[in-house]
Nanobody, 119 residues
Framework: QVQLVESGGGLVQPGGSLRLSCAAS????????MGWYRQAPGKQRELVAT???????NYADSVKGRFTISRDNVENTVYLQMSSLKPEDTAVYSC?????????????WGQGTQVTVSS
């Protein structure tokens, strides 16, 4: 089993910054990618950023140039540095871990952390 614990959410003013963390534990061998997704009220969950085991990154167009995803392979933690935050970034941010085992893909989700951007 895999456990994902997110932290770092909160209330921030527009233009401010936050850093989210997602620590993975348990059966975390064969990780292929980790990432952050978000869901705003009344909207579908959307991809924010992902990072593969090889270090390749991918970002939603709406966050490019403002958010940076990184990963500490020793601590099995993925980070999302968010800068120049906008009210439209307000959402529940969830961490996802993807692993491949015996040819089968497994996805695991964290519990989510609230990010509110408001003055």
């Amino acid at each position: 089993q895999v456990q994902l614990v997110e932290s770092g959410g909160g209330l921030v003013q527009p233009g401010g910054s936050l850093r989210l963390s997602c620590a993975a534990s348990g059966s975390i061998s064969s990780i292929t990618a980790m990432g952050w997704y978000r869901q705003a009220p009344g909207k579908q969950r959307e991809l924010v950023a992902t990072i593969t085991s090889g270090g390749s990154t991918n970002y939603a167009d709406s966050v490019k140039g403002r958010f940076t995803i990184s990963r500490d392979n020793v601590e099995n933690t993925v980070y999302l540095q968010m800068s120049s935050l906008k009210p439209e970034d307000t959402a529940v941010y969830s961490c996802k871990l993807q692993k491949l085992w015996a040819g089968v893909r497994y996805d695991y989700w964290g519990q989510g952390t609230q990010v509110t951007v408001s003055s």
